[in-house]
């Protein structure tokens, strides 16, 4: 069995002999060895000046530098020559000699190195890549390049100084001058086994080296095991990085080694420690009579979600009124059990969220609250946060109340039940639930109304079919299908989206400090793209370029045509992404001024800071801090990038185990769409498993394709062929790339 496992490793998931020279590039590669001691010295002088900022003379230099005096003439001789460039300034004195500084505070600038596994890289100079496009300089109008003998020793994520050159045509450069803080001292990666020294190769292939491990370094770990490796020295020469092992995941073929590689990669916190559990099993399982709760125990609440949830965190009850409808929806108090300065406070708020993969869940609270004392299980007295709201017949919001309550959920229902009693009216079941159906029927009629009232105002209703993968009892992918949305899944989410809005605007009318949902308006540059690729596609777009109505009047023109499913993909692209923050500048997507998360706070932690900050307005009390961070700007930034975190390992996660299962089926046809074109070939989105892959331009068999880059498409030299995004074609699933998550087709 062991040699049967080897094999594999050896053979599909790790590099082949000439993949791993390339791999085993560290800081002092073949490449960056071109660096003359020259160029090096340099730096170092460039560096310090940045440094310093004042004018420094030869002798502070030399001193700063460690250099002896042997090498002073190297040094007067380079001064001068980077004075003679202007790259650097020098001014003398008659007393004291000459100085040196920068020529430009602009010179040298502070970013985020991000590196191509092809060995190149950019310099990120503002918090996100591409995040320099509304420079008013055209040649920062994209993040600089970064040439391989140019990163020098730094690192994918490394934060580092870095010299820009502009070019008289085309895109800045830039060249790393040195490495201020290292982002990743601990990898994941897969262990190679050597006699004495063996080889960690990183998950991540932005990482262009391996990690050089000792035997009695390696903490037992054997041959393809996926482990965790501390690098405790980043090498300068031509040695790799070396490290030790702190942990040992096993097989990588297991899909829950795959999920803990996820986790460790994403740098998840994943385990609770020991205080936080001990506060959490401090709470009896009943909870005690509180005063001041509205008890609403009464008020036929009901919980849908899907077949498989565990924590039900919303609970929701409708009645009819003379003028519209009334709408409870209440919300698990978690504040109630989770207190600020606590552990469990402090250990929630470091994961930011509840991350779900496929195949198991990374709680942002313990089992015991999330799954028991906070869920909203039917037929159990629970502590709720509610909101209480008057719609009129129109959808009109007519007035709201809020306030701590004990409800009891009457029926756990899913999103398939809701279904089959208001669509498919299936008779067991409309005499099972005979007590609700009444008020589900309301539900729909509110929910309805609610739905167009805001599609209306000009909120976007995007149409993504996403991914769903079924896992067997065996803990293998046994399919990959279109997640089921149904008339349910709409209703709840009018019904959330509507208590959001209502807290939002509460909190804002009062001037009351919080952290709202925000969504800015799209890039200009992204939206005329979009428009010029639109045009390429045949479509007439309506005037009003860039506003909410105008995005969804272009989802309508393409609905339920073959074009639908790329132009919605397309369009999503230019949004920017949403975000926590005090500021409230509306929410973009919605068309709603005011807007945050209330509804989910087992899951997501802004949603317990706007509990917390609603009650302390309510209840016109002052103290305690809604949140860890000192402010609520922090706050915001923080738990937007935890949430960023959580949805790049949910997407990696799901690539893993669509991977998995499109191995084995190599050989088989598939329908898919051209959901992209470049010079390099065709990317395929597979209709039927949403799956993702690639058909190289030179396999494309019967003409000469090439790249007409002004309309995204491929035109055969002899036949005039074209392949273009929206097309529908047949592929063939050629070779699956495990490890690098890359799926190869062939026109069938």
Not at 65 to 83: F, G, Q, V, Y
Not at 412 to 432: E, G, P, S
Not at 447 to 471: M, Y
Request: aromatic letters at 8%.
């Amino acid at each position: 069995m062991r040699r049967k496992q080897k094999s594999f490793h050896q053979d599909k998931y790790h590099k082949t002999s000439a993949a791993r020279k390339k791999f085993h590039r560290s800081a002092g590669s073949a490449k960056i060895q071109k660096i003359s001691p020259a160029k090096l010295l340099e730096q170092e002088i460039l560096a310090y000046l940045y440094q310093e900022k004042d004018p420094r003379s030869m002798s502070h230099i030399m001193g700063a530098l460690s250099l002896a005096k042997a090498d002073r003439k190297i040094l007067t001789n380079l001064l001068a020559d980077m004075c003679r460039q202007n790259i650097i300034s020098c001014s003398k004195s008659r007393k004291a000699g000459e100085f040196y500084t920068l020529l430009k505070e602009d010179v040298l600038v502070e970013g985020v190195v991000e590196v191509h596994p092809r060995g190149f890289g950019f310099a990120i100079l503002g918090d996100k890549p591409g995040s320099l496009a509304q420079k008013a300089d055209k040649s920062l109008r994209q993040d600089p390049f970064i040439a391989p003998d140019n990163l020098g020793s730094a690192h994918q994520g490394d934060r580092a100084l870095f010299r820009l050159i502009p070019k008289k045509r085309g895109r800045t450069e830039a060249i790393v001058i040195k490495v201020i803080q290292r982002a990743a001292t601990v990898l994941v990666g897969t262990y190679e086994a050597g006699r004495q020294t063996s080889l960690v190769i990183p998950e991540d292939e932005r990482f262009l080296f391996s990690v050089l491990v000792h035997r009695k370094d390696s903490s037992g770990a054997r041959n393809g095991d996926a482990v965790v490796v501390e690098v405790t020295d980043f090498k300068t020469g031509k040695r790799n990085p070396s490290g030790r092992i702190i942990e040992v995941l096993g097989d990588p073929l297991d899909i829950e080694v795959q999920a803990e590689i996820v986790i460790r990669k994403h740098k998840l916190p994943h385990k609770f420690s020991d205080k936080a559990l001990q506060e959490a099993d401090m709470y009896a399982d009943t909870m005690p009579e509180e005063k001041g709760r509205l008890d609403l125990r009464p008020i036929p609440h009901v919980t849908i979600d899907g077949e498989t949830a565990r924590d039900f965190d919303d609970a929701v009850a409708v009645e009819k009124t003379p003028k519209g409808w009334r709408l409870y929806v209440s919300i698990a108090d978690v504040s109630y059990y989770v207190k600020p300065g606590s552990a469990l406070d402090g250990e929630a708020y470091e994961r930011g969220t509840s991350v779900y993969f496929p195949n198991r869940v990374i709680p942002m609270l313990p089992e015991r609250l999330s799954n028991n004392l906070c869920s909203l299980v039917p037929n159990e007295p629970r502590p709720a946060f509610t909101a209480i709201i008057e719609f009129d017949r129109q959808g009109k919001r007519l007035a709201q109340k809020f306030s701590k309550s004990i409800i009891t959920s009457h029926h756990r229902l899913t999103y398939t039940i809701v279904k089959q009693l208001l669509v498919d009216k299936d008779n067991a079941l409309v005499n099972k639930y005979s007590d609700i159906l009444a008020q589900l029927q309301e539900m729909a009629l509110l929910a309805a109304v609610l739905e167009k009232k805001r599609l209306d105002r000009g909120s976007i209703g995007f149409s993504i079919p996403e991914a769903q993968v079924l896992i067997d009892a065996e803990h293998q992918v046994s399919d990959v299908i279109r997640a089921e949305r149904n008339m349910a899944h709409k209703l709840i989410e009018e019904f959330m989206l509507a208590a959001n809005e209502a807290v939002a605007f509460k909190l804002a009318s009062e001037d009351f400090p919080t952290l709202y949902r925000i969504h800015e308006s799209p890039d200009d540059v992204k939206v005329k793209e979009f428009t010029a690729f639109a045009r390429t596609l045949g479509l007439h777009l309506p005037a009003d370029v860039g506003s909410p109505k105008w995005f969804g009047k272009v989802l309508t023109l393409v609905a339920g045509s073959p074009k639908e499913y790329i132009v919605n993909n397309i369009l999503l692209r230019t949004m920017q992404r949403a975000r926590y923050s005090p500021e409230n500048v509306g929410h973009f997507g919605l068309a709603a001024a005011y807007y945050t998360h209330f509804t989910s706070p087992i899951r997501r932690y802004p949603d317990l800071i706007v509990h917390r900050t609603l009650f302390t307005l309510l209840s016109k009390k002052k103290g305690g801090s809604a949140s860890p961070a000192p402010d609520l700007q922090q706050a915001g930034d923080f738990l937007s990038d935890r949430e960023r975190a959580a949805v790049g390992a949910d997407r990696e996660m799901t690539e893993r185990l669509q991977v998995r299962f499109m191995a084995e089926k190599i050989g088989e046809s598939f329908e898919g769409i051209v959901s992209g074109v470049t010079a390099f070939g065709l990317f395929i989105e597979l209709l039927d498993h949403f799956v993702s892959g690639a058909i190289e331009i030179a396999k494309l068999k019967g003409d000469f394709y090439h790249f007409d880059d002004k309309n995204y498409r491929l035109i055969g030299t002899r036949t005039n062929k074209i392949f273009q995004v929206g097309d529908i074609i047949r592929v063939k699933v050629e070779s699956v790339d495990k490890r690098r998550r890359r799926i190869n087709f062939v026109l069938e």
